[in-house]
């Protein structure tokens, strides 16, 4: 798997290099400042809005991320109706800095011609800026992330797919040992999927689909991969993991990419 690694800032053609699948990964290494990384770890974990995933309880995060909306129409109601209010309070518990997805997102519309926007779905607007937390020995199960799968459960088609979900994100605090990002070349069909998914879980066996590329982030580190490709997050087993998110929907290079968590 050929994987980009830049210095500081994000590129257009980095992204494009994923969007075609001539490139795995995007490795920006320094994308944020360590001491601001320490500074926003330090303030987010104590922050009101933390809490654990509806349907996956072993991760924290700071805010909601669309999936959860798939356990109730209410988690989708709740979704739509605070996301404004999520931005406001995560800028500030950031303060004095930018959040990490406020930088990636203002970095990918100055540097993508037709720009880069705030995701909405079904004429509402989403949240961008998901903190997740991997305590020790919290993981994330080999998974996909389709944002059309997840809206369809609510019968939501309008603006709900794109052609190339790209995950975004920032490492604001990482183990001493393991939390680990492993990638897998592969891309499961719906029914695929279904057919590998492990009983009571959102995850997939990974049986036959051969050695992932496993990659350790640096803190501050800013790292882009295909999320409609099989990915897993390691436990940590010394200390724990922090990570700003975001997913970035493609549909062609002239149309604006869409920034949501």
Known sequence: MKVIELAGAL???AVKEVVHKEAAVVRVKRFFHPDACDNIAGNLLSSPLYGKYANAPKIGRVGRAFFETTVSHQALQDYFSQSREWLRMLRE????????IDKLRLQLDESWDPGAHLGRIAGRTM?????RVFDQGAFAEPHQDHLDWDAAQHEIYDDAYYPVQIAGNVYLHMPEVGGELALWSTSLSRTDYET??????????????????VLTPEKGELILFNAR??????????????????????RTDGQPLSIWS
């Open 127 to 131: 949240y961008a800026g998901l903190i």
């Open 11 to 13: 590129t257009a053609d």
């Open 196 to 213: 590998r998914r492990i009983p009571g879980s959102y995850g997939v066996d990974v049986a036959g689909l051969g050695d992932p590329l």
């Open 93 to 100: 518990a950031c303060e004095p800095h930018q959040t990490p």
């Open 229 to 250: 490709n099989v990915h897993r997050v390691d436990a940590p087993q010394k200390g724990h993991r922090v990570s700003a998110s975001c997913f970035i929907g493609y």
